[in-house]
């Protein structure tokens, strides 16, 4: 029986080992934090909004921001990191975001708040992209789909923690409490990062001659590149606008209170998590022995999004509702770690570090930075359920880029494997 293997310039470890498990649990350890950081303040939302008389638009710009800083270094930053060094940029990132963290929790106003989110997006910007190249870094090529999806599914079980830890805490003693529990957690991560992963284990080569043409040729120099940004960034629009809006959803049109929209938001973005992570590892067994297979299931979980959401924002709140939006966050977020597989088979191992920094910049300039803006600016002109109901659309442009992207990309991997013999 043939199977195939795809060609790369450094394939990497044959199978995976105890370091890359452990490199990778605290890799998504740090993911999680980092999401913490931003989702407490959605779940404190309520009482910002009460105590210091903000509109929706504001709230969600205190969001969106960090989305920004993220989208806007995340390229430069990752740039340098994979020239000089990933664990050290990655402790120096995380430190920055925990201390940004911290210091919201002594702001006395909507600009002082603005300019803690802006750090914490400073000090997030490159986390994910370098973080997701560490972790492929140490794992066979054959599971990148599973790695990527399992590692950007700490994203979501960041922001399901930040949201119930921040909704009990701030219910407890206060939203300002509620940060200083976040950043204390992110800094003794933080500390424990570089004690754990080493430079020399990860197999990356610091202060490599950069070569800026060669840069841009591989990571801009083909359409089918561009499609898979774009795939994964607009669908992530819908995932960017529920975790920050889904507790005042709940608040608004359910009458939860606080704590119990928080836990309810969490047990939705743990669903979202477990799917993200169930959507890879489909991906990867799949498309085991055809790798071009995998821009067709992505292209089949963005249509049945779009149907789900559909159904689920188009009706009057309730059970069912609430049913359909579990069952649209079990597969919304698969599209995203078969895209950044995609990007890592289409790039070479060296600057991936970068390219993930190019999708992570696609992710959150068409779908993490807008997604929660663009909602709560719909949301002052309707009302919140309303301004839900775009959330089919980025889903639908998502599958119209993977439908141009399947011949494109079944060519290329046909260019790129080779027939092995399989017992």
């Excluded at 920050?244 to 309810?264: C, E, F, I, K, Q």
């Amino acid at each position: 029986m043939a199977g195939a293997v795809l060609i790369s310039d450094e394939p990497g470890p044959e199978r995976a080992s105890a370091y890359g498990w452990l490199v990778f649990a605290i890799s998504f350890g740090l993911l999680m934090s980092d999401h913490m950081a931003r989702q407490v303040l959605n779940a404190v939302n309520p009482l910002l909004k009460a105590e210091w008389a903000l509109s929706d638009a504001q709230l969600a710009s205190l969001s969106s921001v960090v989305a920004l800083a993220v989208g806007l270094l995340t390229f430069p930053l990752s740039l340098l990191a994979d020239r000089y060094g990933r664990v050290k940029s990655l402790f120096a990132m995380a430190t920055l975001w925990s201390l940004a963290t911290l210091a919201g929790a002594f702001a006395q106003s909507y600009q002082q708040m603005l300019l803690a989110r802006l750090l914490v997006g400073v000090g997030e910007a490159a986390y994910g992209s370098v973080g997701i190249a560490v972790v492929l870094a140490v794992f066979p090529v054959h599971l990148r789909a599973t790695l990527s999806s399992s590692f950007l599914a700490g994203s979501v079980v960041g922001q399901m923690l930040g949201v119930v830890i921040g909704g009990q805490v701030a219910a407890a003693h206060g939203w300002r409490m509620a940060f200083q529990v976040i950043g204390v957690f992110g800094l003794a991560l933080a500390v424990l990062y570089p004690l754990v992963v080493r430079e020399r284990r990860i197999g990356t080569s610091p202060r490599e001659p950069l070569v800026w043409r060669e840069l841009g040729r591989a990571l801009f120099g083909k359409r089918l590149l561009w499609l898979c940004y774009f795939a994964s960034g607009i669908q992530l629009f819908c995932t960017g606008a529920l975790a920050v809006w889904l507790p005042s959803l709940l608040n608004r049109h359910y009458a939860m209170p606080l704590d119990r929209a928080g836990r309810t938001t969490a047990l939705f973005l743990l669903v979202c998590a477990v799917g993200m992570v169930t959507c890879g590892i489909l991906a990867d067994r799949v498309a085991r022995r055809d790798p071009a297979l995998k821009p067709h299931l992505a292209l089949a979980y963005s249509l049945v999004t779009a149907a789900l959401f559909a159904g689920c924002f188009f009706l009057p709140p309730g059970r069912l509702q609430l049913a359909l939006l579990a069952a649209a966050l079990f597969i919304v977020a698969g599209v995203a770690g078969i895209a950044g597989a995609m990007v890592a088979n289409l790039t070479p191992r060296k600057v991936h570090g970068t390219a993930m920094a190019v999708l992570a910049l696609a992710n959150n300039l068409l779908g993490l930075a807008p997604g929660p803006y663009v909602t709560g600016w719909l949301a002052d002109r309707w009302d919140l359920l309303s301004a839900m109901k775009v959330m089919p659309l980025p889903c639908l442009l998502c599958a119209a880029a993977l439908w141009l992207a399947r011949r494109p990309y079944a060519a290329e991997m046909a260019a790129r494997i080779k027939p092995r013999a399989v017992p």
